[in-house]
């Protein structure tokens, strides 16, 4: 059996449908469960976290969670600049 397991269970994963630790006959399957999962919860939850599949160990693939940096520096980029994003750097692209 193949499991594919959450990193971590943010809130908006706790309040979805999915579960965690589920459980596959093929490796195929599971394989394609996670990516599928982590591309459906990249576009229906809040985008503060970006989800990835990943091989592990032995028989399981993990959903790892990162911290969105688009979301977090607010610029459409993900990299904070003071033109057109809203972020109040000293800095400019300026000459």
Same mark, same amino acid.
């Given at each position: 059996?193949?499991?594919?397991?959450?990193?971590? &269970?943010?809130? %908006?994963?706790?309040?979805?449908? !999915? +579960?965690?630790?589920?459980?596959?006959? $093929?490796?195929?399957?599971?394989?394609?469960?996670?990516?599928?999962?982590?591309?459906?919860?990249? &576009?229906?939850? %809040?985008?503060?976290?970006?989800? !990835? +599949?990943?091989?592990?160990?032995?028989? $399981?693939?993990?959903?790892?969670?990162?911290?969105?940096?688009?979301?977090?520096?607010?610029?459409?980029?993900?990299?904070?600049?003071?033109?057109?994003?809203?972020?109040?750097?000293?800095?400019?692209?300026?000459?």
């Amino acid at each position: 059996m193949y499991t594919v397991q959450m990193q971590e &269970e943010c809130s %908006c994963f706790k309040k979805s449908e !999915y +579960t965690n630790n589920n459980t596959f006959k $093929t490796q195929q399957e599971a394989y394609q469960y996670a990516n599928i999962v982590a591309e459906l919860m990249n &576009e229906e939850f %809040c985008s503060r976290h970006t989800f !990835y +599949t990943e091989r592990a160990d032995g028989d $399981t693939f993990v959903i790892r969670v990162d911290i969105n940096a688009t979301s977090v520096s607010g610029c459409s980029t993900g990299v904070t600049c003071d033109v057109g994003c809203g972020s109040t750097d000293e800095w400019t692209l300026e000459p």
